[in-house]
């Protein structure tokens, strides 16, 4: 491969080498998706393509290892003519998300990824995807590992339709999803802590009572996330907001909440306090 460049501001330099890997992670972030070269790249690369030997780009330079020589890494090409549709119509990457957990079970071979985990309300839910289902293509391409499915979804803008080809009991299905927006990190990091509350579509914790007490407020559940698509979305809830009852019930504590869902009948309409900023209001969430 050959990569060009500007680097140190001298035009169209040139460099040439290997691909050492594909699919590298470098710890960039969790789409990480990078060619590994030994073709030398410099500060001023970033950006420029890497050819191969017919010409045709295959990359675009992007980052070099600091620790050592001739460890550079380019952005596939491909996975740049995935996201060029995202760019055009949105200015910056709006990443979709399907609300689902996979692992990767098996050995060798069989290894792949198995839904264990599915958001109440979120695309997956919706399309039909059940725990346990073993996700073997995203949008016609195969898939073998958790990784090449977060990609191939976070590369997809929200309202997207995707296809997703499972096999659940031997048996092959597909289904279409469409794709809501992807939360912050620190959302979804909520979304799977002890906090969550999948038929209201939220995720809390609770309020230091100390804290609520130094500040004159009442303790109470500080929704952290709230999952697309689900019941507190639809009913105007909002991170931040603080409950402070369930159905009348005052609740501080997430077995508090618990006991309180627990009381609750199936289907039915429940009853929250909220407070939000200085004021506090009621509304009732359709689960």
């Not at 957990?101 to 071979?109: A, H, L």
């Not at 309300?121 to 995807?129: D, F, Q, R």
């Not at 500080?222 to 639809?234: D, L, N, Q, S, T």
Request: neutral net charge.
């Amino acid at each position: 491969v050959v990569a060009i460049g500007n680097p140190f501001g001298l035009d169209t330099s040139v460099t040439h080498g290997l691909i050492s890997a594909r699919e590298r992670v470098i710890g960039v972030g969790p789409f990480d998706d990078f060619i590994q070269t030994n073709a030398l790249i410099n500060p001023g690369n970033s950006g420029g393509p890497l050819f191969d030997m017919h010409g045709d780009v295959v990359g675009v330079t992007t980052a070099i290892s600091s620790q050592g020589q001739g460890i550079g890494f380019a952005v596939p090409i491909n996975l740049v003519k995935d996201l060029l549709p995202n760019l055009l119509a949105n200015g910056r990457p709006e990443r979709g998300w399907l609300g689902l957990n996979v692992q990767e079970v098996g050995e060798g071979d069989a290894r792949g990824p198995v839904v264990v985990d599915v958001f109440a309300g979120s695309p997956a839910e919706k399309a039909g995807l059940k725990p346990g289902d073993r996700v073997v293509g995203i949008g016609g391409k195969a898939v073998q590992r958790y990784q090449q499915i977060l990609r191939k979804i976070a590369l997809l803008q929200p309202g997207s339709s995707v296809k997703i080809d499972v096999v659940r009991g031997g048996r092959s299905f597909d289904f279409t999803a469409t794709l809501a927006q992807r939360p912050s990190l620190e959302a979804l990091r909520a979304m799977n802590s002890g906090g969550r509350v999948d038929a209201l579509g939220f995720a809390v914790r609770p309020l230091d009572p100390n804290a609520a007490a130094s500040l004159g407020l009442e303790p109470g559940l500080r929704i952290e996330a709230i999952v697309p698509g689900g019941a507190a979305e639809r009913a105007g809830l909002a991170v931040g907001d603080v409950i402070t009852e369930l159905n009348r019930d005052a609740v501080a504590t997430l077995k508090e909440l618990d006991v309180a869902l627990a009381d609750c009948e199936p289907g039915e309409p429940v009853l929250l306090k909220l407070r939000r900023g200085t004021s506090s209001r009621y509304v009732a969430v359709k689960p």
